[in-house]
């Protein structure tokens, strides 16, 4: 009896500490075990859907698991529990399939509204082109006419090489940081066109909460809103050949303001005029 009421306690001071650790803020940032929320709308809509699962997925895992240990420890042959002798219950059988069906149900019609909004691409402020290569990307800006290569940036590229003699820990984003970011204006809907040239790769940035396969022969498409000024990180998702590890995606999310006269200077290196002040895609990311 003991021994019985020892593992009780010590099942209940488990449970407490889980418990603990997802009702207490500080514990999520500490163990970092969550996804990320990001800085785009998708991302915080995709957040709470992801949250709105987990906290579905926890009160069933709770009613479960408590009836099963209450059954397990409330009938035990020790202390002369005898087992039921009766076939089925035809009312429990259409309980216990109708309640999964209506779980399923309610959570599928958030899941499917979540996957119809990350699917409309319709009416984008911009619209860039991307093609992987092995290894580095491309972005053309089809509004505005000009086009550059994305690569890892010359410190990660001399620190990788054999015998480099070069400390990692010393570049901040080894691996993680390239010559020529692509550059979207904060507030503006960003329409992605992306496929390959050679084998397959995936455009991939966990803030933005976008991750696409880049396929030769075919154009995926996808789109971002990003909503907070700042350097975003991401790297090629699918193994794509030997350096497929030195092959990071990086974008810049600049104030509509900043973002023309980035693609101001970007025309005139392209040998185009610059774009007027009142752009109609800036004014429509200031919104």
């Given at each position: 009896?003991?021994?019985?009421?020892?593992?009780?306690?010590?099942?209940?001071?488990?449970?407490?500490?889980l418990a603990a650790l997802f009702v207490a803020p500080a514990?999520?940032?500490?163990?970092?075990?969550?996804?990320?929320?990001?800085?785009?709308?998708?991302?915080?809509?995709?957040?709470?859907?992801?949250?709105?699962?987990?906290?579905?997925?926890?009160?069933?895992?709770?009613?479960?698991?408590g009836?099963?240990?209450?059954?397990?420890?409330?009938?035990?042959k020790a202390k002369g529990a005898v087992p039921g002798n009766f076939n089925h219950s035809t009312t429990l059988e259409i309980v216990w399939t109708a309640v999964p069906v209506i779980i399923l149900v309610a959570m599928a019609i958030p899941s499917a509204r979540m996957l119809v909004k990350m699917e409309d691409t319709r009416d984008p402020d911009l619209?860039?082109?991307?093609?992987?290569?092995?290894?580095?990307?491309?972005?053309?800006?089809?509004?505005?006419?000009?086009?550059?290569?994305?690569?890892?940036?010359?410190?990660?590229?001399?620190?990788r090489q054999l015998d480099s003699g070069m400390d990692p820990s010393e570049h901040e984003h080894y691996l993680r940081d390239v010559d020529e970011p692509m550059v979207v204006p904060v507030g503006a809907k960003v329409r992605v066109l992306?496929?390959?040239?050679?084998?397959?790769?995936a455009w991939w940035v966990p803030e933005i909460a976008r991750k696409k396969d880049a396929i030769p022969g075919f154009i995926n498409e996808f789109w971002f809103?990003?909503?907070?000024?700042?350097?975003?990180?991401?790297?090629c998702a699918e193994l794509c050949g030997r350096d497929h590890g030195f092959m990071p995606v990086v974008v810049d999310a600049r104030s509509p303001e900043d973002y023309l006269e980035w693609v101001n200077e970007r025309r005139v290196l392209a040998g185009l005029p610059p774009r007027p002040t009142s752009d109609a895609t800036v004014a429509a990311a200031s919104e």
């Open positions: 009896m003991l021994h019985a009421k020892s593992q009780v306690a010590r099942l209940l001071a488990g449970v407490a500490a514990a999520f940032a500490a163990w970092d075990l969550n996804m990320p929320k990001g800085v785009t709308e998708l991302s915080d809509d995709i957040w709470n859907l992801h949250m709105l699962i987990f906290w579905v997925c926890v009160a069933i895992a709770v009613v479960v698991f009836a099963m240990f209450y059954s397990i420890f409330k009938f035990q619209t860039v082109k991307v093609t992987g290569y092995q290894w580095k990307w491309a972005y053309e800006y089809l509004d505005d006419e000009f086009q550059y290569f994305s690569n890892i940036d010359s410190l990660s590229n001399q620190i992306i496929t390959a040239s050679d084998v397959i790769h809103r990003v909503e907070q000024p700042g350097v975003y990180r991401g790297q």
